[in-house]
């Protein structure tokens, strides 16, 4: 029966079981610490991507870390046989979602790219694991779907909304999970709404490599301060903050690794759709983050205050208590040690995988 395929719905589960999880973008910033986590916890990953924001290069680095070769497939997760071919050859117990774009300026110009990446993927993935019978997943959501209304900390039963079309992705994929776990045929699901995902793992392995012009505050801090880019432009200074500079919630990635780990050996019960925040409940000002990295790097950050950056919103962080409370997580790292690991990461790689 589908529960004897899958222990881990009763709670079975312990290190030695060896549960093979599919982790989709598993080459990517978050994925690539997720793999080394749940190596690290007793899981099997095994990963699909596409390359399209990752290297190959990612993954030898974490096969040299962690000392194993996870099976892996290069394709998109819209590709219906590759997936279908996945689930025959592995006894995949649960998967982790993360494949998906993610660039909010991006998203407004080629919103049709976005919801067909983003939605079509998802979409195949459940129609796969409903198929197959797997029932398991642990889905890569954002604190994006808090929109601009509200004041943080923001709490998960706030109502979904978003600003722009990477949002709305995340936002109706969340209403297409809940859907889907309300027919009571047995699905469990698990959204994570990171906030700010930062830092890099600690042996300077692995770490964020953007494409392009990374649109993010920390990677553009740290091609700075490596000499990559000459000077952070800080959009805006006049918001209603304590220096008026905007507020976030920086999760280190180790600790946002850690939490996918939590989130799956919580997976219990069928039936049961749930969102926990992925935090660290404190907000950090852009001219703090500055100077926690400066402090870090012994480099100076130069930065000029320009206009705000269209969709902005003043502040933004979690309350992380729900996380706390079920699935037992919290965020054990600083900003100053993801400064730390960010530099470590950056100065160790000043041209990410390419080096
Ligand atoms: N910032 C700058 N200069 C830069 C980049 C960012 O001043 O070059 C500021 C932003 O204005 C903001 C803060 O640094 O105040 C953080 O900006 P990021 O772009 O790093 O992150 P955001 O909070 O804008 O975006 C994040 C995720 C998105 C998600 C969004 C809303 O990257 O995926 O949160 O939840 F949609």
Not at 9 to 17: E, L, V
Not at 120 to 139: A, H, I, P
Not at 264 to 288: A, F, Q
Request: a negative charge; proline letters at 6%; hydrophobic letters at 35%.
């Amino acid at each position: 029966s589908l529960h004897d395929a899958l222990p881990i719905y009763y709670g079975h589960h312990s290190k030695a079981d060896l549960v093979k999880v599919l982790v989709t973008g598993g080459a990517g910033y978050i994925g690539t610490h997720t793999v080394v986590e749940l190596l690290a916890a007793g899981y099997e990953p095994v990963i699909v991507d596409d390359f399209s924001n990752s290297s190959p290069e990612a993954l030898r680095r974490v096969a040299h870390l962690t000392g194993v070769e996870s099976p892996f497939y290069e394709a998109d997760v819209r590709n219906r046989d590759v997936l279908e071919r996945i689930f025959i050859e592995h006894n995949i117990h649960a998967v982790i979602h993360f494949a998906g774009l993610k660039s909010v300026g991006e998203s407004v110009a080629e919103p049709l790219r976005y919801y067909s990446t983003n939605i079509d993927s998802t979409l195949v993935l459940l129609e796969t694991m409903q198929k197959f019978g797997r029932s398991n997943l642990v889905f890569s959501s954002s604190a994006t779907v808090y929109g601009n209304a509200g004041t943080p900390p923001f709490t998960e039963d706030l109502p979904r909304q978003s600003t722009n079309p990477y949002g709305w992705t995340k936002a109706m994929i969340e209403q297409i999970l809940e859907d889907v776990v309300a027919t009571g045929h047995g699905w469990s699901i698990t959204a994570l709404r990171y906030f700010n995902p930062v830092g890099a793992h600690p042996s300077g392995l692995i770490g964020e490599d953007p494409n392009n012009i990374p649109n993010n505050l920390m990677p553009y801090i740290s091609q700075v301060a490596v000499g990559r880019r000459k000077q952070l432009a800080i959009f805006g200074g006049d918001y209603d903050t304590p220096d008026g500079t905007g507020v976030r919630d920086y999760i280190h990635v180790v600790d946002l690794a850690k939490a996918h780990v939590a989130a799956l050996n919580h997976i219990e019960h069928p039936d049961v759709y749930k969102v926990y925040n992925i935090g660290t409940g404190i907000g950090v000002s852009v001219l703090e983050v500055v100077a926690a990295f400066e402090k870090a790097s012994e480099q100076p950050v130069p930065y000029a205050i320009v206009d705000r950056r269209p969709g902005d919103i003043a502040s933004c962080y979690a309350s992380p208590d729900l996380a706390r409370d079920e699935l037992g997580w919290e965020a054990e790292r600083s900003i100053d040690e993801a400064c730390q690991d960010s530099w470590n990461w950056q100065s160790k790689n000043p041209n990410g995988f390419q080096d």
